[in-house]
């Protein structure tokens, strides 16, 4: 059991210090986490060591997570820490790198690497159906057994038998009386691509980013296609909708509603599974040009190397499954540092940077 300290001061000056318990309950079985990997690599260069490979295979198993789980007020404590859960990672990474071109005054080589991890909530602490570790308790990250760690739950459509959304008398989608899973914040496989050019005292760099999958629950893109203000909405908005689903008795659903009415209702603002997109996207993530004068320039001088540079990053993206005209980055979330992924809420907007230096060395 631990105490807190309070200091409270009154309004003559004097200093009153108090002792309470505190809300967090100390588990004294608390063990260390254990960490159990099995780990195969190659790293090799071929073609007179123009080609170059670097593979690792893993297969990880974490027990007895620490994980804080939240205790009944009547209990004395608010909250305490417990290992509760196993999780399981299994991956491989993939680095390749080619010299296209090898000589005096001309380089070019090109690079790419590949991640893609899998990881199962093996177990969880016995009489824990789910832990929610991120977000809200009906909107969150949650590690489920049998599920990828961190699977978000929402509240959700309900649907019949088949998978096909249930429509109710007003033509809306008929909300689920519990949450369930929607979205799997992990991506699929991540991947980068660059390239280097020198010529001479020139050089060009340039590094492209692929992530696939991953989904994401966006306040930004599901608000603005709701109230309508994106292009994708800019039909004749006097034409009724019929919602894809079927209603109540298993008929194919035939109920007109305005078209106002469906984005308000149908596209996100009161079921969350409406906002989850998956979060597939490719940028250019970086370009840079730089310019090192001769040395023979330089030999009567008292500089050793005179180097100018252009860079940018961020130039350009393209979120393939979120409406075009939200220009929405799938790197903008919410959550910040921690364990929690696949949030955002009404977030600002990434920026393009552009950057100029001048190096100088003696």
Do not use: C
Not at 137 to 159: E, K, M
Not at 181 to 203: R, V
Not at 313 to 332: I, T
Request: net charge neutral; hydrophobic share 35%; charged share 15%.
């Amino acid at each position: 059991m631990s105490t807190s300290t309070r200091v409270f001061q009154t309004l003559g000056g004097a200093i009153l210090n108090t002792n309470s318990v505190d809300n967090q309950f100390g588990n004294p079985n608390l063990k260390p986490e254990i960490h159990q990997e099995l780990e195969f690599g190659v790293e090799a260069k071929f073609l007179k060591n123009r080609l170059g490979v670097d593979l690792s295979l893993y297969d990880k198993l974490s027990k007895d997570l620490i994980i804080g789980l939240q205790l009944d007020p009547s209990t004395g404590y608010n909250n305490t820490t417990i290992n509760a859960a196993s999780v399981s990672n299994k991956g491989i990474e993939l680095g390749v790198n080619y010299r296209i071109i090898s000589g005096k005054n001309l380089n070019w080589e090109i690079s790419a690497n590949y991640t893609r991890n899998l990881n199962i909530v093996e177990s969880l602490y016995p009489g824990i159906e789910q832990i929610a570790f991120a977000g809200f308790s009906n909107l969150g990250n949650f590690a489920i057994p049998g599920q990828p760690y961190g699977v978000i739950q929402t509240d959700r459509v309900l649907r019949d038998d088949n998978g096909n959304p249930i429509i109710n008398g007003q033509g809306f989608y008929q909300a689920a009386s519990t949450i369930g899973i929607t979205g799997n914040p992990n991506p699929d496989y991540l991947a980068n691509a660059g390239t280097t050019i020198t010529f001479k005292g020139l050089s060009f760099n340039m590094l492209w980013s692929y992530v696939k999958g991953g989904d994401i629950y966006s306040s930004t893109a599901s608000t603005l296609y709701a109230r309508g203000l994106l292009e994708d909405t800019g039909f004749d908005r006097f034409v009724p909708v019929i919602v894809e689903g079927v209603k109540a008795d298993g008929t194919p659903n035939d109920i007109q509603i305005t078209s106002t009415t469906h984005f308000w209702q149908n596209t996100g603002v009161f079921i969350s599974e409406n906002k989850i997109f998956d979060g597939t996207y490719l940028k250019l993530r970086e370009v840079s040009l730089s310019y090192d004068l001769p040395k023979k320039w330089l030999e009567k001088s008292p500089f050793g190397q005179i180097q100018f540079s252009l860079s940018g990053q961020n130039l350009w993206f393209r979120a393939f499954n979120f409406p075009r005209s939200a220009n929405f980055d799938p790197e903008v979330l919410s959550l910040g540092v921690g364990n929690g992924r696949g949030f955002e809420y009404l977030n600002v907007p990434t920026s393009k940077k552009y950057g100029a230096s001048l190096r100088v060395t003696f």
